[in-house]
């Protein structure tokens, strides 16, 4: 996973509420079986269909923190939707509520997602219009979001941040604990279901 | 301390607490599908990994697969690729796998009740947001993405922060007509898309307690359309009557070890939710979506709400835009509203008592000229039933397709899907734009109401046929 300490850019402003998961990446995008190439499918529908989409807005070219209304990521858990906002170049998003699966998604991969109060919304949402050029700071060390000296403080437990901080899989980490895992396994009960697999094909070359 | 169900199925799964770390949560059932996997199997080749418990993972083929000429190789090569993909991956790594036309093949959250896989008190996780329909048996089940997907893969655990509670009490008895689907839909409308967010949603109440377990599966299947994670239902006899005989089931001594288990999975009766929620089924009549996000519904007796009366600024331009996109007028009756297109099935609706009920409607009458019907079961199984029972035969007969098991145009990934600008009545879980196809106008129904609509031509309910 790619770190995640500060990062300075310009706003994307995207006016909706309820972005859900179909919008960001539509079905027809998620047949690839790599992590990359995504982009191209980010807001497919609505880059093709209004030219004055934000993503189609010159001003905006080059955006790297999308601010959406609230509800933003919900649906489907299709991670296909984080990977094509990185593979476009975000690198945080800004809203007042992610839906539960978008957002775990979001943390595991890198793009921070960002909770902040509708109000803060509205005002990066007009000074986007106002000045488009204009810079924000996303600051995983001190937690704030700042712009035109304006500090806007948010919350990220302190394991989630470490992860990010440092760019830590997951994996590793909980795969430190396998015997915490296997002692669990010892005592789980007879009758729970297991499905017989075929037999595994040889690895390696 | 008394606790809810949902804590007490997560402090059962507990591997590892730490203070300031999230719970290590064992699953127990991982279930495995096309499109959310491939890059997951890539993270464990990677990282020179092993699939921890191939026992306790099941793979199928669900949502790119065609539902027609299902004997032939698949004509998209994108999907062809990702198909081949995932029966790559489960050979190398020891997975079962349930491929197109198998018998036990169809989508992923039909088979595994089906099978006897989903238990009461079992963690069940999958890469689609649709996993909390096994709730429905009393298991905590949720969906999770991709990186997660490698993550029990790897460890047949996951890191997890303690989600909220949230009861939703459905008091009294459904009126005739009303179905599960109808109290699920009209649910969402109350709390919003976001009104579940966080929280593990638990449903109780007589009428609950009254509904078949595939009911409660429809219910349990859309509780992430509210923003929850996961909902569920406590186990009763309904639950252990599914379940008793089951191909996974328990049997001998061992399901009764498993049924002395199983009735202590309760709530306390002095738990404490986060939240709680009072719907009265009495007053519930067929519910119909008319927008983009399944919270924008109402009775199917009602008219397409005017976006100037949602007090939340929000809300009206989402309604704005949800008019402009379906095409639709305020003040249009939704009885009013003509369809192209009725889509049957899905994790929602595609069990054998949801394409009974539409056949109930359907027999004897003909679909409406200019409308399709596409019928298509959850899984190989109940088409299998539903044939036994002659079902097909009333839906062709009717003028409706029958199809093969899939997600089909539910989402559109293969190649049943609608053109832009069509309307659909679909008995699945979502009306987001573009879902069923590209420029596609759904609105979501119950199986009755959509074997109505197929006859009428237009949003339709049994009892004005």
């Given at each position: 996973m790619e770190k995640f300490t500060e990062h300075t850019g310009r706003v994307a402003p995207l006016r909706r509420s309820d972005v859900d998961t179909d919008q960001i990446i539509p079905?027809?995008?998620?047949?690839?079986?790599?992590?990359?190439?995504?982009?191209?499918?980010?807001?497919?529908?609505?880059?093709?269909?209004?030219?004055?989409?934000?993503?189609?807005?010159?001003?905006?070219?080059?955006?790297?923190?999308?601010?959406?209304?609230?509800?933003?990521?919900?649906?489907?858990?299709?991670?296909?939707?984080?990977?094509?906002?990185?593979?476009?170049?975000?690198r945080a998003v800004l809203s007042p509520r992610f839906g539960?699966?978008?957002?775990?998604?979001?943390?595991?991969?890198?793009?921070?997602?960002?909770?902040?109060?509708?109000?803060?919304?509205?005002?990066?949402?007009?000074?986007?219009?106002?000045?488009?050029?204009?810079?924000?700071t996303v600051d995983l060390v001190a937690r704030e979001v700042r712009y035109d000296g304006v500090t806007v403080a948010f919350e990220l437990d302190d394991h989630t941040r470490w992860r990010l901080l440092n760019g830590f899989d997951d994996i590793g980490l909980t795969l430190r604990h396998s015997d915490a895992i296997a002692r669990y396994e010892a005592a789980r009960p007879g009758w729970l279901p297991r499905i017989p697999g075929p037999a595994p094909a040889a690895r390696g070359a | 301390m008394s606790s809810t169900l949902a804590e007490k199925l997560w402090e059962s799964h507990l591997v590892r607490r730490e203070?300031?770390?999230?719970?290590?949560?064992?699953?127990?059932?991982?279930?495995?599908?096309?499109?959310?996997?491939?890059?997951?199997?890539?993270?464990?080749?990677?990282?020179?990994?092993?699939?921890?418990?191939?026992?306790?993972?099941?793979?199928?083929?669900?949502?790119?697969?065609?539902?027609a000429g299902i004997d032939q190789p698949i004509a998209d090569p994108v999907s062809a690729i990702q198909v081949e993909t995932l029966r790559r991956n489960c050979a190398e790594f020891g997975v079962r796998l349930y491929?197109?036309?198998?018998?036990?093949?169809?989508?992923?959250?039909?088979?595994?009740?089906?099978?006897?896989?989903?238990?009461?008190?079992?963690?069940?996780?999958?890469?689609?947001?649709?996993?909390?329909?096994?709730?429905?048996?009393?298991?905590?089940?949720?969906?999770i993405g991709t990186s997660e997907v490698e993550h029990v893969l790897a460890s047949q655990t996951l890191p997890l922060r303690p989600l909220k509670t949230m009861a939703v009490?459905?008091?009294?008895?459904?009126?005739?007509?009303?179905?599960?689907?109808?109290?699920?839909?009209a649910l969402i409308s109350r709390i919003g898309t976001g009104g579940g967010q966080g929280?593990?949603?638990?449903?109780?109440?007589?009428?609950?307690?009254?509904?078949?377990?595939?009911?409660?599966?429809?219910?349990?299947?859309?509780?992430?359309?509210?923003?929850?994670?996961?909902?569920?239902?406590?186990?009763?006899?309904?639950?252990?009557?599914?379940?008793?005989?089951?191909?996974?089931?328990?049997?001998?001594?061992?399901?009764?070890?498993?049924?002395?288990?199983?009735?202590?999975?309760?709530?306390?009766?002095?738990?404490?939710?986060?939240?709680?929620?009072?719907?009265?089924?009495?007053?519930?009549?067929?519910?119909?979506?008319?927008?983009?996000?399944?919270?924008?519904?109402?009775?199917?007796?009602?008219?397409v709400p005017d976006p100037a009366s949602f007090a939340d600024p929000g809300q009206r331009a989402a309604a704005e835009k949800a008019l402009a996109y379906m095409g639709l007028a305020a003040g249009t009756r939704l009885r009013d509203i003509r369809v192209e297109t009725v889509f049957l099935g899905s994790c929602t609706n595609g069990r054998l008592e949801d394409l009974r009920a539409a056949a109930a409607v359907i027999q004897g009458r003909r679909v409406a000229d200019g409308v399709r019907m596409l019928v298509v079961p959850g899984s190989m199984r109940v088409k299998e039933q539903a044939e036994l029972e002659g079902l097909h035969e009333v839906f062709t007969a009717a003028g409706a397709?029958?199809?093969?098991?899939?997600?089909?145009?539910?989402?559109?990934?293969?190649?049943?899907?609608?053109?832009?600008?069509?309307?659909?009545?679909?008995?699945?879980?979502?009306?987001?734009?573009?879902?069923?196809?590209?420029?596609?106008?759904?609105?979501?129904v119950s199986p009755p109401v959509a074997a109505a609509t197929a006859v009428a031509g237009r949003l339709a309910s049994p009892d004005d046929l």
């Amino acid at each position: 996973m790619e770190k995640f300490t500060e990062h300075t850019g310009r706003v994307a402003p995207l006016r909706r509420s309820d972005v859900d998961t179909d919008q960001i990446i539509p079905a027809e995008y998620l047949k690839r079986v790599s992590r990359t190439g995504f982009g191209d499918g980010l807001f497919a529908a609505w880059r093709s269909a209004d030219p004055d989409f934000v993503l189609n807005r010159a001003q905006h070219a080059g955006a790297t923190i999308l601010v959406a209304g609230p509800d933003f990521g919900t649906g489907s858990s299709r991670e296909h939707a984080v990977w094509a906002l990185q593979d476009y170049g975000f690198r945080a998003v800004l809203s007042p509520r992610f839906g539960d699966i978008f957002r775990g998604n979001s943390l595991k991969a890198g793009l921070l997602t960002v909770i902040v109060p509708a109000a803060t919304v509205e005002d990066l949402w007009a000074r986007a219009d106002r000045d488009p050029a204009g810079e924000v700071t996303v600051d995983l060390v001190a937690r704030e979001v700042r712009y035109d000296g304006v500090t806007v403080a948010f919350e990220l437990d302190d394991h989630t941040r470490w992860r990010l901080l440092n760019g830590f899989d997951d994996i590793g980490l909980t795969l430190r604990h396998s015997d915490a895992i296997a002692r669990y396994e010892a005592a789980r009960p007879g009758w729970l279901p297991r499905i017989p697999g075929p037999a595994p094909a040889a690895r390696g070359a | 301390m008394s606790s809810t169900l949902a804590e007490k199925l997560w402090e059962s799964h507990l591997v590892r607490r730490e203070p300031g770390e999230p719970d290590l949560l064992y699953v127990d059932l991982h279930l495995v599908h096309e499109v959310t996997s491939p890059q997951a199997f890539d993270g464990l080749r990677l990282a020179g990994r092993r699939v921890r418990r191939p026992d306790l993972t099941l793979a199928t083929e669900d949502h790119n697969v065609p539902t027609a000429g299902i004997d032939q190789p698949i004509a998209d090569p994108v999907s062809a690729i990702q198909v081949e993909t995932l029966r790559r991956n489960c050979a190398e790594f020891g997975v079962r796998l349930y491929p197109m036309g198998d018998r036990e093949q169809g989508i992923v959250h039909v088979i595994g009740p089906q099978l006897g896989l989903t238990q009461p008190g079992m963690t069940i996780v999958c890469g689609d947001s649709h996993t909390s329909t096994h709730g429905a048996l009393g298991a905590l089940a949720f969906g999770i993405g991709t990186s997660e997907v490698e993550h029990v893969l790897a460890s047949q655990t996951l890191p997890l922060r303690p989600l909220k509670t949230m009861a939703v009490t459905v008091t009294g008895q459904l009126p005739a007509g009303v179905t599960a689907k109808d109290v699920i839909l009209a649910l969402i409308s109350r709390i919003g898309t976001g009104g579940g967010q966080g929280h593990t949603v638990e449903y109780r109440g007589p009428a609950v307690e009254a509904m078949s377990m595939e009911a409660r599966m429809t219910v349990c299947n859309m509780s992430i359309e509210a923003g929850a994670r996961a909902g569920m239902v406590a186990p009763d006899e309904t639950t252990f009557g599914y379940l008793k005989g089951r191909p996974h089931a328990p049997s001998g001594a061992a399901w009764d070890e498993a049924l002395a288990h199983w009735r202590t999975l309760r709530s306390d009766p002095d738990a404490v939710f986060d939240r709680e929620v009072v719907l009265d089924a009495a007053t519930l009549t067929p519910y119909v979506t008319w927008g983009t996000n399944p919270s924008q519904g109402g009775p199917l007796g009602g008219v397409v709400p005017d976006p100037a009366s949602f007090a939340d600024p929000g809300q009206r331009a989402a309604a704005e835009k949800a008019l402009a996109y379906m095409g639709l007028a305020a003040g249009t009756r939704l009885r009013d509203i003509r369809v192209e297109t009725v889509f049957l099935g899905s994790c929602t609706n595609g069990r054998l008592e949801d394409l009974r009920a539409a056949a109930a409607v359907i027999q004897g009458r003909r679909v409406a000229d200019g409308v399709r019907m596409l019928v298509v079961p959850g899984s190989m199984r109940v088409k299998e039933q539903a044939e036994l029972e002659g079902l097909h035969e009333v839906f062709t007969a009717a003028g409706a397709q029958w199809r093969s098991a899939g997600c089909s145009m539910c989402l559109g990934m293969n190649p049943d899907q609608l053109r832009p600008g069509e309307r659909s009545a679909s008995t699945s879980n979502r009306n987001f734009e573009g879902r069923q196809g590209r420029g596609g106008r759904t609105h979501l129904v119950s199986p009755p109401v959509a074997a109505a609509t197929a006859v009428a031509g237009r949003l339709a309910s049994p009892d004005d046929l």
